[in-house]
Nanobody, 124 residues
Framework: QVQLVESGGGSVQAGGALTLACEAS????????MAWFRQVPGKEREGIAS????????HYGDSVKGRFTISRDNSKNTMYLQMSRLEVGDTGMYYC?????????????????WGQGTRVTVSS
């Protein structure tokens, strides 16, 4: 069973940058996808970036495209989310997730394994 642990959250001013990390333990097969989701109070968890382990292909939500970059270091079994030009609207809990045979790369229901989340606060 895969387990995920996020790190790197914190507080930053608008326009700044932050990098989140998600370390996976257990077997992550090449047909897994891993993703970052964001949740703000009162709203559904939103998929913002995903990466397919087999070929490192990536997908981004419109709200973060061009500002965030997802990547993975296979030697460390760790996924990253580099966030730049942060906006107040990026504030929320960030969760990493893993799923196998994912069809909808940013779809909430596709991902069965979740981390505990890390909080990001962007102030104006």
């Amino acid at each position: 069973q895969v387990q995920l642990v996020e790190s790197g959250g914190g507080s930053v001013q608008a326009g700044g940058a932050l990098t989140l990390a998600c370390e996976a333990s257990g077997n992550t097969y090449s047909d897994y996808s891993m993703a970052w989701f964001r949740q703000v109070p009162g709203k559904e968890r939103e998929g913002i970036a995903s990466i397919y382990i087999r070929d490192s292909s990536t997908h981004y939500g419109d709200s973060v495209k061009g500002r965030f970059t997802i990547s993975r270091d296979n030697s460390k079994n760790t996924m990253y989310l580099q966030m730049s030009r942060l906006e107040v609207g990026d504030t929320g809990m960030y969760y990493c997730a893993a799923g196998r045979w994912v069809a909808d790369h940013l779809g909430l229901s596709e991902y069965k394994v979740w981390g505990q989340g890390t909080r990001v606060t962007v102030s104006s």
